[in-house]
C-alpha cells in the first residue's frame, strides 16, 4: 500500500534548485514545511504536533519501562521477516517526531542508502547499515506489538539520572516519576562517573530495538553505528 501525502507548496530559490557537478544536488536551507531545520520554536500545526509527542514521550521515558521493554524485545520472538519486507511496513507510517517531513518511512529509508552509496561507493555494507538504520519503526507495526510513537521514535537520553537540559522539551519532565526519585534524579544517579556507555540504559525507541536485533548478527563497524545513532 502506498499512502500519498499531499505537501505545502514551498517557493525554493535557485540555489536550492541548482545541480551540482558531480550529479547531485545542494542541500536545501529549509524544510517540508518552509522553515528552518529541527526549529522546535516556530509557529505551525506540525510543530505543536511534535512538541505534543515530546510531551508524552518525556513523561513516559523511565528506568522500569526501560528495562521491560529490553527484557520483552530482547528475546527476538516476535516474528522472522526480511529487510525488505521490514521495509515495506515502513511505507504505512510517519514519524510524528519529526519536526522536518511528514514522509512515510521507507522513503527515508532510501533516500538515506542512496546518499550514502554516492558518498561512500565502496562500503557495501555501510549501504545497508544506511537502509536499516530506523528499520526498528516496525515496532509501531502489529507485528512487532504496535507500540505508541512515543515509544519508538524521536530523539533518544540517557535514563536513570537527571535528564539533560539540553534535551527538546525538557520542561516535561517534570512529570516523569523519575525525576522525583532521588536514586535517579541527580547528575550521575544509579550510574558512576565513568562508567561506560554500554553501562547506561537510553530511552526505549526504534534505536534501541535495532542495535539488540543486529548486536550479533552484524560486522563490528556495523554495529558501533546503529549504537551512535541509538545516542
Sequence with gaps: MTILIEQP??????????????????????????????????ESERQKGVEEFNRTNHINQTVDFVRRMRKEYGELKRVEMSI?????????????????????QIQHLLQTAEAIRKDYPDE???????LIHDLGKVLLHPAFG???????VGDTFPVG???????????????????????YNTKYGNYSEGCGLNNVLISWGHDDYMYL???TSFVAEDSYRIEKNRN
Design 9 to 42: 507548496e514551498v517557493e525554493i530559490g535557485v540555489e536550492e534548485r541548482h545541480k551540482v557537478a558531480d550529479g547531485g544536488f545542494e542541500a536545501p536551507h529549509i524544510n517540508s514545511f518552509g522553515h528552518t531545520f529541527r526549529d522546535y520554536h516556530v
Design 84 to 104: 525488505w519486507e521490514c521495509c515495506e511496513l515502513l511505507n504505512e507510517f510517519v514519524d510524528e517526531s519529526d519536526s522536518d517531513l511528514d514522509e512515510p
Design 124 to 130: 557495501d555494507w555501510l549501504h545497508l547499515t544506511a
Design 146 to 152: 504496535e507500540l505508541p510513537q512515543w515509544a519508538v
Design 161 to 183: 539520572c537527571a535528564f539533560d537540559e539540553s534535551i527538546v522539551h525538557h520542561k516535561y519532565f517534570q512529570e516523569n516519576q523519575d525525576n522525583k526519585n532521588p536514586a
Design 213 to 215: 536485533v543486529h548486536t
